[in-house]
């Protein structure tokens, strides 16, 4: 028999047993209902959210621009507005209630197209010559990156993000796109991974070209979190591919987790690596080689337990040589928006996927909202108060390094099964 009610309320009732035409009522002795909220508390909580937000959001009269000293009569849109900001509070509001260690962000923070004006609006400068591209993609970082730090210091929340193609100004990569990468770089450590003197925020990083965008470190002395920048971009070429230096320090990161008998592994970085993946408006990058890769050799070889990644906008969990995939995210503008909670435990960590009701509407006689790219961003956006559990799963430590993916639900559940 099954009683409803609330903790400390006085409860009773009444079992009818029928045996053919004899009918026998009990009374049952009258209870107080014990218990209350559920005590168990991980030993770490952190927020996953590849592609957040995946725009150029942000008061341009806030940045070292030049759109308030423009003409009133062709100063462009702003690049936000009051449905924004509150949508964003929103989303911000949630996560800062489930009070996370931090929260992952692997990659695509911005829209990022900066060095380009597609509507010659001039609000980050000319960009004719390369020493002109350089200046806007600088003023442009400078206006867009520290609203999007604002956001989440105003809630309380620690943000850890990676290198996404949009961090490099998106693909494809053209040469003259190609010729920003240092500075693409630059001003994404400037912001995230170094202090106001330049130096390192995080001890433990690579050399080469990664070696500001690219970073580890233990929430726990039980958890390893690794963040890589799989983008290899020069002059000469532009490919996903982690360098060799990069790959050098993941083995050392991840040989001394080993050394220090550390529980759990997780990496976040871009590309999808196990594929198929589900994918919406997306260009569909993945990690060449796949599971034959280098690095997911190495990932195997070390016991990474799960690797996060975004690019693809949508869900898709997977799993292969005792790694889990989780591939999630969302763009913010295209109403795609989701936040992966893990609770980390001793040998278990549970994982809740999160999606958010976002709409999104744009009156076609209103000027978008403006990006440096020409089709700009819808002027409505909209959050629901509710939000919906749309995935879980556990994944359980294996004795040998790995994990196990074990009961997944919903969107959680892997392809095939």
Request: cysteine-free; aromatic content about 8%.
């Given at each position: ?52 937000l ?21 100063r ?25 260690a ?21 609000n ?12 806007a ?10 609203q ?10 620690s ?42 925020l ?5 050399s080469g070209?990664a ?47 080993q ?22 408006s ?9 599971e ?49 909670v ?76």
């Amino acid at each position: 028999m099954l009683v409803v009610g609330e903790t400390g309320e006085r409860v009773g009732g009444r079992v009818t047993t029928t045996r053919g035409a004899d009918t026998t009522n009990v009374d049952l002795v009258p209870r107080v209902i014990s218990g209350g909220p559920a005590t168990l508390t991980p030993d770490v909580r952190l927020i996953s959210s590849p592609d957040f937000l995946n725009g150029d959001v942000g008061d341009l009269a806030a940045g070292p621009g030049f759109w308030s000293a423009l003409p009133a009569g062709t100063r462009t849109t702003n690049s936000t507005n009051a449905a924004h900001e509150v949508a964003l509070d929103r989303i911000l509001d949630d996560w800062q209630d489930l009070e996370p260690a931090g929260v992952l962000v692997a990659g695509d923070l911005t829209n990022g197209r900066w060095g380009y004006d597609d509507l010659d609006s001039g609000n980050f400068g000319p960009v004719s010559t390369r020493a002109e591209q350089r200046l806007a993609l600088q003023r442009a970082a400078r206006t867009y990156y520290p609203q999007w730090k604002q956001r989440f210091a105003q809630h309380g929340l620690s943000a850890f993000p990676a290198m996404g193609d949009h961090e490099y100004g998106d693909d494809p990569w053209p040469r003259r796109k190609r010729a920003l990468a240092d500075d693409f770089r630059a001003e994404f450590a400037r912001a995230f991974t170094t202090d106001a003197r330049g130096k390192p925020l995080f001890a433990d990083h690579p050399s080469g070209p990664a070696r500001l965008t690219a970073y580890a470190g233990r929430p726990t002395p039980e958890l390893q979190v690794i963040t890589l920048d799989v983008f290899d971009i020069t002059r000469e070429r532009a490919r996903v591919r982690v360098d060799p230096q990069q790959l050098r320090w993941l083995r050392q990161v991840l040989r001394r987790a080993q050394r220090d008998d550390v529980e759990w592994v997780v990496v976040q970085a871009h590309t999808p690596i196990l594929g198929p993946v589900r994918a919406r408006s997306s260009s569909g990058l993945s990690y060449p080689e796949a599971e034959k890769s280098r690095l997911w050799k190495i990932f195997e070889r070390f016991g990474v337990d799960l690797y996060l990644t975004g690019e693809v906008h949508d869900t898709t969990a997977a799993e292969d040589d005792g790694i889990v995939q989780i591939a999630h995210g969302g763009i913010f503008q295209f109403s795609l928006t989701t936040a992966l909670v893990l609770d980390v435990y001793d040998d278990r960590m549970y994982v809740t996927l999160r999606d958010y009701d976002v709409q999104h509407a744009h009156d076609p006689s209103k000027p978008r909202l403006w990006e440096t790219r020409r089709s700009g961003l819808p002027t409505q956006i909209d959050v629901g108060e509710t939000v919906s559990t749309i995935g879980t799963a556990t994944l359980v430590s294996r004795a040998r390094g790995g994990a196990t993916l074990s009961g997944p639900s919903g969107i959680l559940v892997p392809t095939g099964d």
